[in-house]
């Protein structure tokens, strides 16, 4: 069996490397606090970035992009909430008193102190990306005080520039690019420091917080006008983090043939769960795009025939004839009650007919239906990949 990763990858740099192929030489007027600083983008620089990120015969880029998230996710425990993470910036300063920390840890901030040992982020005083694995992806930004756009939004979200190095904003493209290829936001780590005096050796803790990236669409329309753009990054808990990195680590798995999902932002899950669309308009919804989209019943019960129409077609039937069912059933999950907050999870849903629903009863979808629950897809898998015309339904 073919690797995923290894497949999307090599996809996604074949592609990546069309884009780079537009990329001119000359002036660009990268933005800095007393505003722009004219930089010289050479030919010669153009090539010794594309090369750091295209060149296999030192190492393959595969092994580099599975190092950087496993490493991401081994900081994931120690890594602030976005809450915490923002108090600490806004306080807009470089030295902390045990009250700030106090107010930051109550918000579910962590400190780590300076320890060399640990990793090279948590490196004091310089600013600028931390680079991963044969410097190929950028690891980390740091942020320090007076940056030249230091503002963090109420959602977490700032621009962080690249310095005035090709090979750098070559690698924030990348970022991007990779994003919209694998379809899962590219993750790094925003890292800040602070003085304050653990004892006579330990003078600096830092805070560390999994960033995504965010809003890359227009730049990857043109990677020559836009290779000296910053990179839009978002704070994200340290649940998305896991669940992303756990969606690409599973890519990376030869042995299983169930796909993993990224978790369902809860949100979503709690909006569309089943008791918030069992007979209401948000059910109907998803009713008619199922109808609208020529999706058919996954069960057997109401097939017409083995050959002359083997599948019922939602659009044949009225929305009082379809029904949600549950792939692990309601009573289960009462008798097992480990399972109850789970048990209307969108992604435990799937959309049947009546007919089929009601003969299932009680018992687990078996091998076939199963496989044809996949195919379809759950409403969890609906809503992550057509939300938006699920909601315009
Ligand atoms: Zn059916």
Not at 4 to 18: G, P, S
Not at 27 to 42: A, D, H, L, Q, Y
Not at 92 to 114: C, K, V
């Amino acid at each position: 069996m073919e690797n995923k990763l290894k497949q999307l990858l090599d996809e996604a740099l074949r592609n990546f490397n069309i884009l780079v192929s537009s990329i001119n030489d000359g002036t660009r007027n990268v933005p800095i606090p007393s505003g722009f600083k004219p930089v010289e983008v050479t030919f010669e620089e153009i090539e010794r970035a594309k090369r750091i990120i295209f060149d296999e015969s030192k190492s393959d880029f595969k092994e580099d992009m599975v190092k950087h998230f496993r490493q991401l996710e081994n900081l994931i425990p120690f890594c602030s909430s976005p809450k915490a993470f923002k108090t600490a910036w806004d306080m807009r300063t470089s030295i902390l008193s045990s009250h700030d920390m106090e107010i930051i840890t109550n918000e579910g901030g962590q400190f780590i102190p300076h320890n060399t040992n640990i990793s090279n982020v948590f490196n004091y005083g310089q600013r600028g990306n931390v680079l991963g694995t044969n410097r190929r992806l950028v690891f980390a930004i740091r942020h320090s005080e007076g940056h030249y756009d230091d503002v963090l939004d109420d959602l977490g979200r700032f621009t962080y520039q690249p310095q005035n190095d090709t090979k750098i904003m070559l690698r924030y493209r990348l970022a991007q690019h990779l994003s919209k290829e694998l379809e899962l936001p590219y993750l790094l780590l925003a890292v800040m420091w602070f003085r304050y005096s653990v004892n006579e050796k330990v003078n600096y803790v830092f805070m560390i917080s999994p960033v995504k990236v965010i809003d890359f669409e227009n730049d990857l329309l043109d990677l020559d006008s836009s290779l000296h753009a910053p990179l839009t990054l978002q704070l994200i808990t340290r649940a998305e983090a896991k669940s992303i990195c756990n969606r690409l680590l599973s890519l990376n798995q030869t042995d299983s043939h169930v796909e993993t999902r990224y978790e369902l932002p809860r949100q979503l899950a709690r909006e569309w769960a089943y008791d918030k669309i069992n007979a209401t308009e948000k059910g109907r919804q998803i009713k008619r795009w199922a109808q609208a989209t020529g999706m058919s019943c996954p069960g057997i019960k109401c097939k017409k025939g083995p050959l002359a129409k083997p599948k019922i077609l939602f659009s044949e039937l009225s929305f009082k004839e379809i029904a949600f069912g549950h792939i692990i059933s309601q009573n289960w999950a009462k008798a097992y009650s480990y399972l109850l907050d789970k048990v209307n999870h969108p992604d435990n849903l799937y959309l049947t007919c009546r007919i089929c629903n009601s003969s299932l009863g009680d018992h687990f979808p078996d091998d076939v239906l199963r496989s044809e629950i996949v195919n379809n897809g759950t409403i969890g898998d609906w809503l992550r990949q057509h939300g938006i015309d699920i909601r315009n339904s």
